[in-house]
């Protein structure tokens, strides 16, 4: 790769990062003169995390060009394996929140990388409509199995059934996982601190990725996949690589959010969540990942701001995605007309000389 492609390169990694860091001190400064609402407090943890998955997301619909609907399976699986392994912990003896979240964040990443391997090794050999109906399926399954799952702890270990919460045969234990109601009493550990630390690592992992020998390989086959086939690029293994990887960053992303709040259930990760972080990811622009997190960040914002007109808030919401999509086209039909209004013009005046010449 020659210099200026990685001057480029450098140039928007930094801005990335200076971004993050920037909206932190940014918001730092203004939470400590008390010019944050305690509405607007609470929404910079799941900010956070939307930012993660937009960005994770972005590796595979931007970076790889799949369509991929079941991103909130991969989150809701690292949610409820990290609310699992906190609880394991906590009763083992450690108090320490951070590593509490370290070690929670870590197992939801490794869950959810295992489940995206998994369900990515048959998927990944599909593309277009059918891997889109494919993941959306996933994410249903997944939301329908953890509707079903009763785990519990007590001194003698884990217990699961699929049955309800008396199955577990536990005496003076804890249910972690209670069916449908989900996890309760969870222990709220996650922080601003701690969501702008992780956006900074999934970003740090995506554009690495992308600016990596395989992730060249990811953005050919998105390209060309015949052409990519036809030099050699394994394409299912490069497709397979961003799916898992994105994955894992989803499942971090997911044990962020559910250790913000006391409780959670399965039906909070449902399609209509991974149609938001996929709306993330077009409003910012497909493989722009400074976009992903501007996107991501305003648009779980916009609805707290707008808050005051509470009867109007959603249609103003609505109509601000729709002017975010359309203005961008409206320029560039702008430009494409002015395009060939200019051509035209040129074509005339050749053609008028080419006359003028004949004459004489």
Not at 60 to 76: I, P, Q
Not at 161 to 167: E, G, K
Not at 203 to 212: E, K
Request: charged share 10%; hydrophobic share 50%.
């Amino acid at each position: 790769m020659n210099i200026k492609g990685l001057k480029r390169q450098t140039r928007s990694t930094l801005l990335t990062y200076a971004l993050a860091i920037g909206a932190f001190i940014v918001v730092t400064l203004l939470e400590s003169v008390g010019l944050i609402s305690n509405s607007l407090r609470g929404q910079l943890v799941p900010i956070c995390a939307y930012v993660c998955l937009a960005v994770s997301l972005n590796l595979v619909v931007g970076v790889s060009g799949e369509l991929s609907l079941g991103h909130a399976g991969f989150m809701s699986v690292g949610a409820f394996t990290g609310v699992i392994v906190a609880t394991c912990l906590t009763r083992a003896g450690v108090e320490s929140d951070i590593l509490l979240f370290v070690v929670s964040a870590v197992a939801g990443a490794i869950a959810a990388g295992i489940i995206g391997l998994v369900v990515g090794i048959p998927v990944m050999r599909l593309s277009g409509d059918y891997l889109a109906i494919v993941t959306l399926a996933f994410g249903e399954i997944i939301k329908n199995l953890l509707n079903n799952f009763y785990i519990g702890v007590d001194d003698a270990g884990l217990h699961f059934s699929m049955t309800d919460s008396s199955s577990l045969g536990m005496t003076q234990g804890v249910v972690i996982i209670n069916g449908p109601r989900g996890a309760v009493g969870i222990d709220k550990i996650s922080t601003f601190v701690g969501g702008v630390i992780l956006v900074l690592i999934t970003v740090a992992v995506v554009l690495n990725l992308m600016h990596s020998r395989s992730g060249r390989a990811i953005m050919a086959v998105r390209d060309n996949r015949i052409a990519a086939e036809s030099v050699g690029i394994n394409v299912t293994k490069y497709r397979l690589m961003a799916f898992v990887v994105a994955s894992a960053l989803a499942g971090a992303a997911g044990v962020l959010y559910a250790m913000n709040y006391s409780s959670i259930v399965p039906s909070q990760f449902d399609f209509n969540t991974s149609i938001l972080i996929l709306v993330y990811v077009v409003l910012g622009g497909m493989g722009n990942i400074w976009g992903s997190v501007i996107s991501a960040a305003f648009l779980t914002i916009l609805p707290e701001v707008l808050r005051p007109i509470n009867q109007y808030r959603m249609l103003i919401y609505a109509v601000v995605l729709i002017l975010v999509m359309v203005v961008p086209h409206l320029k560039i039909y702008q430009r494409t007309v002015d395009a060939v209004r200019s051509r035209l013009r040129k074509s005339r005046r050749e053609v008028a000389a080419e006359g003028g010449g004949a004459d004489e």
